[in-house]
């Protein structure tokens, strides 16, 4: 799935869901480095094992951050299928 992420750095989130899990999440745009972390660290996850985990983050004093609008985007994804 391809979502495009609102109040953040990042332009793009991509990843899959297969069998309930998280796959081949990435960004683009943002901080490189620690979204990469991000999306290794949830890479196999239930989906909603990793929404429970990164919803509600905050990024300085945005309302949201990268990892908020990537819950925000497994819920769609979920609420699709």
Same mark, same amino acid.
Do not use: Q
């Given at each position: 799935m391809q979502y495009q992420p609102k109040g953040v750095c990042s332009k793009e989130i991509n990843f899959e869901i297969?069998?309930?899990? #998280? !796959?081949? #999440?990435s960004f683009v745009g943002g901080c490189n480095g620690n979204l990469q972390g991000i =999306? !290794?660290?949830i890479e =196999?996850? @239930?989906v909603n094992d990793a929404i429970s985990r990164i919803e509600g983050i905050h990024c300085g004093f945005k309302a949201t951050s990268?990892? @908020?609008q990537l819950a925000k985007a497994l819920k769609?994804?979920?609420d699709q299928a």
């Open positions: 297969e069998d309930h899990k #998280v !796959r081949n #999440v =999306g !290794r660290l =196999g996850m @239930d990268c990892p @908020d769609e994804a979920i």
